[in-house]
């Protein structure tokens, strides 16, 4: 089993910027696509960007693009989610997900598993 714990969440103005963090154990981290889910109140939880093993790849959901930023550390077994320029909307859960499918980036079916998740928000 691998295990995925996200830290770094938090309350942050609109505007600011946030990192989040996830450390993987359990497994070999490289071998797996690693995404980033949030999840609003009230709302389905939706994919926010992932990245390929080697980070040569990356997906965005629209309504990051260009604010958020996905990167690993592969030796550190540990990803990362850089967040810019949030919006009060960016509030949420969010969830780190490792996908050894390999199938669908952007697809919450296709990984493996699951952080525990960590707060977001975002005020105006």
């Known amino acids: 089993q691998v295990q995925l714990v996200e830290s770094g969440g938090g309350l942050v103005q609109a505007g600011g910027s946030l990192r989040l963090s996830c450390a993987a154990s359990?497994?070999?981290?490289?071998?797996?696509?690693m995404g980033w889910f949030r999840r609003a109140p009230g709302k389905e939880r939706e994919f926010v960007a992932a990245i390929t093993w080697n980070g040569g790849y990356t997906y965005y959901a629209d309504s990051v693009k260009g604010r958020f930023t996905i990167s690993r550390e592969n030796d550190k077994n540990t990803g990362y989610l850089e967040m810019n320029s949030l919006k009060p909307e960016d509030t949420g859960v969010y969830y780190c997900a490792a996908d050894l499918k390999r199938q669908s980036p952007r697809g919450s079916w296709s990984y493996d598993y699951w952080g525990q998740g960590t707060q977001v928000t975002v005020s105006s």
């Open positions: 359990g497994g070999t981290f490289s071998n797996y696509v």
